[in-house]
């Protein structure tokens, strides 16, 4: 293990610095943000509305659409133009998938459910951040949900499973302070209902061993854990501000 | 064992309410093995052995006897199609809509035009949410001038407050008339406009603070701080009964 | 729109009064934060009353057009995003998106708040190009000027990337700030009836009969106008449009 100390001084099952604020967009049905060091994310939830067009409309329940977006100014290198980019509408997907197992729309027939995700800046991690604003959004909004979704990204960095990875990490070797050992890097975004521990969105990039990922996917449960009650205490929040306060 | 939440707490999805038998899973909650959890974000109501979860917010989901406040989107053959700021747009047939006889084929812009605001009574509603609406009954009538704002369904209860003293009181305050439909949607008409905005604030307040206790004190402060009741005249205006708001 | 609706807002406005009990010619409170993203080489978030907007400016190097071999490049775009009002679609750039980019990016040009001399290279093959990005979050009226003032913010937050033998490191900022000489404010007057009024919230806008842009500098001298909305203005009116227009923008600007 020569990883032992993180490119940022953190420890390896340390999140970066995060915030979370519940109710940011007023047209909205619900929204929230979500930052984790330098990667923010804002979700907006409007519905259940009409779906159009019709052949889109499922008469057993409602639909869920997510829709992921970076800002131009958002990208660590150039300009990101704006529209949807191949990258952005298969997170999108994976995005939606991650957050249905955990919403029930039994009651709406035939409507949407639509939750915008924007990204103002971002330093990797950026889906994982996006589906934690949107299960907040989505709670804030009103949607019957069995539980919230939590998710962050887990990776193995020259040889260390190391939690909720930066982009200098996932580009190790080229920032690497120390020698060397291991060159593969592998960065596994995960999203996971709180209480069942069952895992919602799953993905890799990289290099490891089927050994190494389930031990990554072990070690990323006590950090879902605490991803889960910064959502509840954000959501809780909105609603206690007021409380004991002012006459 | 038993209870983990206390009465009237602020609860999120998927939170444990209470554990074992003794309660019994009502609305916006579910049994999990022998957790009962919330599927909303609201506040936990313990009533007995039941709970239930009041929500905090979400899009209105039409039911059957509500009062609403629809705008004409469309004009069909034999009716009107409203919307109800919901997922699912509402029908008026010309049966419900009026008591005069219209021939088929007649111009239904002399009774509702595009773009009008009516007060209405759910009659039905099907498994995929068809909504039909009718104006036969004490105070559903088409709306005049006025401002349309908008509100969280779940709130209206507190807006219109209990046997509507709440809107009464705004009523009287800033001699306005309003009208408080189930699904979130409020029409206000004042003849002063500056006693109008603090109407519409008054209520916003309530939108924002319905959660919080002391609501009826705390509206009555804010009403008092900027419109005075007269001492003298005990009630400027008694309200119309039709200009009342909808009940519960 | 409600006939009804439009007009007891008009009435309301004849007897000075609005939906939120403001002045006629009173903007909301403002509020300006930079660096907002630490992505773009400078950003700012404009909150006026319930509308809010960001803007992020980035940089890149690129050839000069023939004609100006010297000159540097400024674009500016708008997005107006479907998360900040249930009326805006996913989608290419809606005519109003088009129109809020193409008012804030003229007021810059024609005032030359910019010197895009500063911004060349090497003459004749290396240029900055700097791309500013107004992206609507909540709308609730008057994105416009909202969106004017958010653009100079993200503006005079900017600074250069580092740029060694042709390559540009984004992540080593520069100390050097843009080349930013004038602060040309965009305030929009909105005729409701016969009545004229700034900022007007998501409700008073539906009633909008016409508007008018006007972009003024520190010197009170107008370098860009756009007059939108259906009915027509006469010179009367453009005159006073004009002058509650200047007079604003030099109070926004001395929040800059």
């Keep these: 293990m020569t990883y032992t100390k993180r490119l940022d001084g953190r420890k390896h099952d340390e999140l970066r610095e995060t915030e979370a604020k519940v109710g940011v967009i007023k047209r909205a049905t619900g929204s929230a943000k979500f930052r984790m060091g330098n990667t923010t994310a804002l979700a907006a939830v409007y519905g259940p509305r009409e779906l159009h067009p019709r052949f889109l409309q499922d008469p057993e329940k409602g639909r869920l659409r997510c829709n992921y977006n970076m800002m131009p100014f958002s990208g660590m290198g150039d300009r990101v133009r704006p529209g949807a980019n191949r990258r952005a509408k298969e997170i999108s997907m994976v995005t939606t998938k991650a957050l249905l197992p955990a919403v029930d729309l039994k009651d709406y027939p035939n409507a949407v459910v639509d939750v915008f995700i924007e990204l103002p800046q971002t330093d990797a991690g950026s889906r994982c951040v996006g589906i934690v604003a949107a299960s907040m959004a989505l709670a804030d909004a009103g949607i019957p949900m069995k539980d919230l979704v939590c998710a962050v990204a887990v990776g193995k960095v020259d040889k260390s499973i190391v939690i909720d990875l930066d982009y200098e990490e996932e580009q190790y070797p080229k920032y690497a302070t120390t020698k060397v050992d291991d060159e593969e890097v592998a960065d596994i975004p995960i999203a996971m209902i709180p209480s069942t521990g069952e895992i919602t969105l799953l993905q890799l990039d990289g290099d490891i061993s089927k050994e190494d990922l389930i031990k990554a996917l072990k070690f990323a449960k006590p950090a879902m854990e605490k991803i889960y009650e910064i959502q509840k205490k954000a959501l809780k929040e909105k609603y206690s501000d007021l409380k004991g306060g002012k006459k | 064992m038993g209870l983990l939440i206390q009465d009237k707490q602020v609860v999120v999805p998927g939170e444990i309410l209470a554990q074992g038998m003794d309660y019994l899973p009502g609305h916006g909650t579910y049994r999990d093995g022998d957790n009962i959890k919330s599927t909303r974000l609201g506040l936990l109501n313990v009533e007995g052995r039941a709970l239930k979860i009041v929500p905090l917010k979400g899009a209105y989901l039409p039911r059957k006897g509500d009062t609403i406040i629809g705008r004409v989107d469309d004009i069909a053959f034999s009716g009107w199609r409203f919307n109800i700021n919901s997922a699912y747009p509402a029908m008026l047939s010309m049966k419900d809509g009026t008591h005069e006889f219209v021939a088929r084929g007649a111009d239904l812009t002399r009774y509702y035009k595009l773009q009008e605001y009516v007060v209405a009574k759910i009659i039905n509603v099907t498994s995929q949410n068809l909504v039909d609406l009718t104006v036969k009954g004490p105070g559903l009538k088409k709306l005049g001038p006025g401002r349309i704002i908008m509100v969280t369904p779940a709130k209206v209860p507190r807006i219109i407050g209990k046997q509507g003293s709440m809107v009464t009181l705004i009523k009287e305050h800033t001699q306005t008339q309003i009208t408080v439909g189930q699904n979130g949607i409020v029409w206000i008409n004042g003849k002063e406009p500056k006693k109008e905005a603090i109407a519409v604030q008054a209520i916003e307040l309530i939108n924002q603070q319905a959660h919080v206790g002391g609501l009826t004190d705390r509206i009555k402060e804010f009403l008092e701080k900027r419109v005075p009741m007269p001492k003298t005249t005990k009630k400027v205006e008694e309200p119309k009964k039709e200009d009342t708001e909808v009940k519960q | ?256």
Aim: aromatic share 4%; hydrophobic share 40%; with cysteine.
């Design chain 3, 1 to 256: 729109m409600n006939l009804q609706i439009q007009n007891h807002i008009k009435q309301s406005l004849d007897q000075q009064a609005r939906v939120d009990g403001r002045k006629l010619d009173e903007f909301r409170d403002l509020t300006i934060e930079k660096g907002v993203s630490q992505t773009a080489e400078g950003s700012a978030r404009v909150i006026l009353g319930e509308t809010e907007v960001i803007a992020g400016v980035k940089m890149s190097v690129g050839e000069p057009y023939p004609d100006t071999p010297e000159d540097g490049s400024l674009m500016v775009g708008a997005e107006l995003l479907p998360m900040s009002s249930p009326n805006f679609e996913p989608g290419p750039p809606s005519i109003w998106a088009i129109e809020i980019a193409r008012v804030v990016d003229r007021g810059i040009r024609e005032s030359k708040a910019i010197d895009t001399k500063k911004l060349c290279i090497k003459k004749g093959e290396k240029i900055w190009l700097v791309a500013v990005d107004i992206i609507t979050i909540n709308d609730d009226g008057n994105l416009l000027d909202a969106a004017g003032i958010a653009t100079l913010a993200a503006l005079q937050d900017a600074v250069f990337p580092t740029y060694v033998d042709g390559e540009i490191d984004y992540k080593k900022k520069t100390k050097t700030k843009l080349p930013l000489s004038k602060l040309p404010i965009p305030v929009t007057v909105y005729k409701i009836g016969d009545n004229l009024l700034v900022d007007p919230v998501s409700e008073e806008e539906e009633s909008v009969d016409a508007r008018l842009t006007v972009t003024t500098t520190e010197k009170g001298q107008i370098c860009a106008m756009q007059k939108g909305g259906d009915a027509p203005l006469t010179i009367e009116e453009i005159d006073k449009m004009c002058t509650l227009a200047q007079k604003r923008a030099s109070e926004l600007r001395k929040k800059l």
